[in-house]
């Protein structure tokens, strides 16, 4: 087998069958960060750096790692040029990374690209992705419609966003493409250092005074409905602490009140207050019939320098499989027995075996999400479809998510899976767990049909 060639990841000949049955499928994505202002304005992307790298922390940690200067990943006064070339010096150093494999798919099924990116290679590279830049035929909507056969997407937005790039991208699409999802975390984060900053943002946004918690999840409620009326069919939140769902209202707004005049606040009470933000979202969720992500197991801004210097989101982020999410987890979805449709995602493969387990109990609403961040990689979602399968049902997967800022990942993150879909079904088939044609469903549901159900698209 040669690097990325018909037989990548997929070992076993029902395997590559199933994959030519679903490769084609279109691109349904339930779950990425997606710049749609970049898609509603639809200018050319200026450079092969910005469309590869600029938006993407994976490629940044890994050239850090490798010892690439910050001024050449971050940096201001580095061109695009320089960046792209430094990242070309160090890329053959990535290999067993999936970002290794991932903008090498990009290159070849997108621009036409076979050779490896290097110091050698990388001017030639750089200069020939930037003249198909150049074209209209690489603008962001002609790449969506077009060679990523992008469907339906979900971006994810704030509670406070007015979603008008939403309104233009679709406008310009003719129909309805880009969702937005409302992630209201700044609001339920208490801990966070600008909370109240964020609080009076709030108030300047919806032209109110938050005195109570009732005046805060009013204003909640004003959102959703909002987000509603753009064609929202899910929220999203990132679960750092475990929360229970039982907190009484009147605890959690004696502690919202405290936070408000400046009081510090001892850990029971965030807890309280965000388990009580959290289950009021929930409560708005199941009214609607939208779809509650809980993104657990991410352990934020570890590294105080680089957050001192950039701020979250630039690659300083970990794992920790010791925090136990079971206790408050089970409490919080017997709150919502069957009345809510919950997808988990975790970080760390030591809390796959009890998400598993967790969702088996809890019925057809509970789904697993595809392997997150550290774990979407062939090993992460192989390991997770086997163990999906053996504990749980590979037909209640939520289906695959790209979780990415960056558009191309509609095609080499989808691929990688869909591969390492196909490779494992068909693995089942070779050992006689399962006939073929039940393989093809599977494959299709996951990839494409039973996404697209779970999700309301």
């Known amino acids: 087998m040669a690097f990325l060639d018909d037989r990548y990841l997929i070992t076993n000949a029902p395997g590559m069958k199933i994959f030519d049955a679903v490769k084609d499928l279109p691109v349904v994505d339930p779950h990425n960060h997606a710049n749609v202002k970049e898609i509603a304005d639809n200018n050319c992307y200026s450079d092969a750096w910005q469309l590869f790298a600029a938006t993407d922390h994976y490629v940044w940690e890994i050239m850090r790692k490798r010892g690439v200067p910050e001024s050449l990943i971050t940096g201001k006064t580095a061109s695009p040029k320089e960046k792209f070339l430094a990242l070309a010096r160090v890329f053959p150093e990535f290999a067993g990374n999936a970002v290794y494999e991932w903008i090498h798919l990009d290159l070849k099924r997108y621009f036409g690209i076979e050779e490896l990116l290097s110091e050698k290679t990388g001017e030639k590279i750089y200069n020939a992705v930037n003249e198909k830049l150049a074209t209209d035929a690489y603008r962001p909507q002609a790449l969506l419609t077009g060679p990523l056969n992008v469907e339906a997407m979900c971006s994810t937005d704030d509670l406070i966003d007015t979603l008008e790039d939403h309104d233009r991208a679709n406008a310009a699409f003719g129909k309805v493409l880009v969702r937005p999802t409302w992630r209201p975390d700044k609001g339920m984060k208490i801990f966070a250092a600008d909370w109240r900053s964020y609080m009076g943002k709030i108030e300047e946004r919806f032209g109110v005074k938050l005195n109570c918690l009732q005046d805060l999840f009013d204003v909640v409620k004003r959102s959703h409905d909002y987000f509603a009326e753009r064609n929202c069919v899910a929220s999203d939140h990132g679960i750092e602490i475990p929360l229970r769902g039982d907190y009484e209202y009147a605890d959690a707004d004696k502690v919202f009140k405290k936070a408000m005049a400046g009081e510090a606040l001892t850990n029971d009470e965030m807890n309280c207050y965000m388990g009580a933000f959290l289950t009021e979202c929930a409560r708005l969720n199941s009214e609607t019939g939208w779809v509650t992500q809980l993104h657990l197991g991410a352990v934020r801004d570890v590294r105080k320098s680089l957050f001192d210097a950039m701020g979250p989101d630039v690659g300083g982020d970990i794992s920790n499989h010791y925090l136990d999410y079971a206790p408050a987890l089970c409490n919080f979805l017997n709150q919502f027995d069957d009345k809510l449709k919950v997808v988990l995602y975790c970080l760390d493969q030591g809390h796959q075996a009890t998400l598993a387990t967790i969702s088996r109990a809890f019925g057809a609403k509970l789904s697993l999400g595809s392997a997150w961040w550290l774990c979407d990689t062939p090993i992460g979602m192989r390991r997770q479809l086997e163990y999906i399968g053996a504990v749980d049902t590979l037909m ?4 695959m998510v790209s979780d990415s800022r960056k558009l191309l990942s509609y095609g080499s993150r989808f691929e990688m899976f869909r591969r390492v879909l196909s490779d494992v079904l068909g693995d089942m088939v070779g ?19 039973g996404t697209k159900k779970f999700w309301n698209f």
Do not use: T, V
């Open 431 to 449: 050992r006689g767990q399962m006939p073929e044609e039940i393989a093809f469903n599977i494959a299709r549901s996951i990839a494409y049909d």
């Open 396 to 399: 209640n997967f939520a289906g």
